[in-house]
């Protein structure tokens, strides 16, 4: 199943004229720039500003300011889960490695997003549907490959690595440190 099938009750409110999407997109783009600046805050007049639109063609779009988060947080989910297959080429544990690398960006700059969305709603079950519809497939062929210990599911990893954007770290080298330390205790270790 795509993302568009998966997701037709957000994406329903994606307009079909080229330049009423033109502006959609832009203002998608400025919210996430926004949002990542500001937090879930952001002045939506910023946002229009960013997106080089009125304020009238933002509301026209995002009636209520949780629809422009639900179409930021659909995005993102949506890119997060394209590159699944982007990375299919590469070997097991390395595509493994570098999708949990974005992972972490993804939530990183995702959490007031998230705050925001009520986690029981349509919206947020269908985003996970969809990143563990990318991973678990990842997850699997890593294990087939002999690369991760076979005990391990691909909610275990993600309650690891959800768990390690919550930390405050110094730099991005240190939060990279800990991340490569918590993917060494998935790995599949010889036996004797």
Not at 30 to 50: H, I, K, N, T
Not at 120 to 149: H, N
Request: glycine content about 6%.
């Amino acid at each position: 199943m795509t993302s568009g099938e998966q997701l037709p009750a957000v994406f329903a409110r994606r307009p079909k004229r080229a330049d009423a999407r033109r502006n959609y997109d832009a203002l998608v783009a400025a919210a996430r720039e926004s949002f990542a600046e500001a937090g879930a805050g952001a002045s939506l007049e910023e946002v229009a500003r960013r997106a080089k639109v009125g304020i009238g063609t933002l509301y026209r779009h995002f009636p209520a300011r949780r629809d422009l988060f639900e179409a930021v947080y659909v995005d993102e989910v949506q890119a997060l889960s394209r590159s699944a297959a982007d990375l299919a080429g590469l070997p097991p544990w390395d595509a493994l490695v570098a999708w949990l690398h974005r992972f972490v960006g993804y939530v990183a700059t995702k959490r007031a997003l998230a705050e925001e969305l009520v986690h029981d709603s349509e919206v947020f079950r269908t985003c996970r549907t969809e990143i563990y519809a990318a991973g678990e497939p990842m997850l699997r062929r890593a294990q087939d490959a002999g690369a991760v210990r076979p005990d391990v599911t691909f909610d275990d990893v993600l309650r690891l690595i959800s768990g390690l954007t919550m930390a405050q770290f110094t730099a991005p080298e240190q939060r990279d440190r800990v991340l490569g330390i918590a993917l060494d205790g998935l790995r599949q270790r010889p036996v004797g």
